[in-house]
């Protein structure tokens, strides 16, 4: 049992979260609102708080040299790692709360009762800071339940809290459908705030030594692996290797020297700190060890990624140059999709990317003016987190809060490299903002949705992320979703077929709509995109 919290208990709170939180990956997964086949909440809280253990890892156990206490410094790269890495709404969130810890406690010691009720409670306020409009029956509801039972505790001792921080998160927990209606037609407890339960189960675990009972996880589906493309170099080398590296500059030179030797494609960016700062590594070679040595010589290199590119999926076209000075990322899940972004000169990010993985992307633009275009409403957070890392470096970047890759088209299209960079960002918004969109899947599981009951096989159409119908056909459903999305007026029709879509489903689609609306202009591509056999766009 502990009586204050150090750098070895937080180490250890950051393993046994991991650890509970890949057990109940599955479970957390599938506490999804809508009974679609993305739920991913689960998953990206893994992915999230393994960039923060692996920054944590990383650590030599040196002493701070930032003034920080021991456990205020392992709190900061817990913290630092996780928004590197965090995915999704609830990996950007967790990073925020983790980040709360970290300023609440970083010059404090020891850290007791009191200091540990007056951290949860920065946590709540980064987390609620971290969302433009905050929705209560979610991760927020449970955080800002479990700092305020802190408070009320009102003692120094350390185990007294916590336990009644995690006791009431999981009561807040249980009400979150209470909070939000979706939730209760789901049937289900908030994702987020699941996964946080865990993470507080986990410190009263360190704190005090009791195990909480925790049941088997749920059978979960196989994610496909992401993939990522030789985008630059010879095909002489085999593997791209990246890290994330803390050294000063003069070791970051000598670093290039030896890289420069083993391969080819190196970048070396910076975060323009004047002596000691982070750097970001990119290298194709053959001898991994060699290269990541160097990056261990040079100083503390961490979040390392090693990519065989023969193990990859081919290429999508490359970019063209940002000869004004601007660029474009684009999220795309899909080859297809990728493709038609390249195409219009966009560096494209695969699916679900970390903020690590988009600000990687922007660097790389060399631009000194970003849009991004996340595509998704679960990727928006991470975008925006993202945008702040690259303005810290000196680069503008402006998010299109973008939610399906239709609209992202649509805002392509209206680019304009001789506007302002501002006027431009507000034309592409407005564009995509005048596109609405349509996602036909198949239901995974048994569901109370505003359309009506659905039992899994079914299929579902969402407009604009709400379910409005459900039928037995994929192709009369997807008719029947252009029809209601026409009946409100639109010129043009964007179809992009999924993975899984059956052969013929855009010639259908496309036929009826010349039929039933002549004078409206369809464009169909293959989209490639998972989950989805059909997404739709109607200017």
């Not at 923060?52 to 701070?64: R, W």
Request: proline share 6%.
């Amino acid at each position: 049992m502990l009586d204050t919290l150090d750098a070895a208990a937080v180490r250890r709170w950051c393993a046994g979260g991991l650890i509970a939180l890949r057990h109940h990956q599955g479970e957390i997964d599938g506490l999804n609102v809508y009974p679609v086949p993305d739920g991913d909440t689960g998953t990206n809280m893994v992915l999230t708080l393994t960039s923060a253990q692996q920054a944590l890892a990383m650590d030599l156990d040196t002493l701070p040299e930032d003034g920080h206490t021991p456990h205020g410094h392992a709190l900061r790269l817990m913290a630092r790692g996780a928004l590197l890495g965090a995915r999704g709404n609830s990996g950007v969130i967790l990073s925020q709360i983790l980040r709360g810890f970290a300023d609440a406690l970083a010059d404090v010691s020891p850290v007791g009762g009191r200091e540990l009720a007056r951290a949860l409670r920065h946590a709540a306020t980064a987390a609620y800071a971290a969302v433009a409009r905050p929705v209560e029956g979610t991760l927020l509801s449970v955080v800002a339940a479990a700092a305020t039972a802190a408070e009320q505790a009102d003692t120094d001792d350390l185990r007294t809290v916590v336990r009644a921080a995690a006791g009431e998160a999981a009561r807040a927990l249980a009400r979150t459908p209470e909070q939000l209606p979706a939730l209760a037609r789901a049937g289900v407890v908030d994702a987020g705030g699941r996964g946080l339960c865990l993470l507080l189960d986990a410190l009263v675990e360190v704190v005090t030594g009791e195990s909480p009972p925790r049941p088997a996880p749920l059978t979960r589906a196989v994610r496909p692996p992401l993939t990522a493309v030789r985008e630059t170099g010879s095909e002489e080398y085999a593997y791209e290797v990246q890290f994330l590296l803390d050294a000063d500059h003069e070791a970051v030179s000598r670093m290039r020297e030896t890289l420069d030797a083993l391969g080819d494609s190196l970048v070396i960016v910076g975060d323009g700190a004047e002596s000691h700062g982070t750097w970001n590594v990119h290298v194709h070679v053959n001898d991994v060890g060699a290269a990541i040595e160097a990056g261990v010589v040079a100083g503390r290199p961490y979040r390392i990624s090693v990519t065989r590119f023969a193990d990859q999926a081919p290429p999508a076209p490359r970019p063209g140059p940002a000869t004004d000075g601007r660029a474009a990322v684009v999220v795309a899940a899909g080859a297809g999709i990728a493709e038609l972004f390249a195409g219009e000169g966009a560096t494209v990010v695969p699916g679900n990317p970390s903020t690590g993985e988009l600000l990687d992307a922007v660097r790389a633009t060399a631009a000194a003016r970003v849009v991004v275009l996340p595509n998704d409403p679960n990727t928006q957070a991470v975008a925006s987190a993202a945008a702040k890392e690259a303005h810290a470096l000196g680069v503008k970047v402006s998010v299109v809060p973008t939610r399906s890759p239709v609209q992202a088209l649509a805002a392509l299209a209206v680019r304009d490299p001789q506007r302002r960079f501002e006027d431009d960002v507000i034309a592409m918004a407005e564009a995509a903002g005048a596109c609405r969109y349509a996602e036909v899947c198949r239901a995974s599981r048994e569901a109370l949705t505003v359309a009506g009951p659905c039992r899994p096989g079914d299929v579902l159409a969402l407009v604009e992320g709400e379910v409005h119908l459900i039928g037995a056909d994929l192709v009369d459903t997807c008719v029947a979703v252009v029809d209601r999305m026409l009946g409100g007026g639109g010129e043009l029709v964007t179809l992009l077929t999924g993975e899984d879509a059956p052969d013929g489903l855009a010639e259908a689609v496309r036929a009826h709509v010349a039929r039933r609306w002549p004078f409206v202009e369809v464009q169909a591509y293959p989209g490639g995109q998972p989950h989805y056999p059909l997404l739709v766009g109607v200017e």
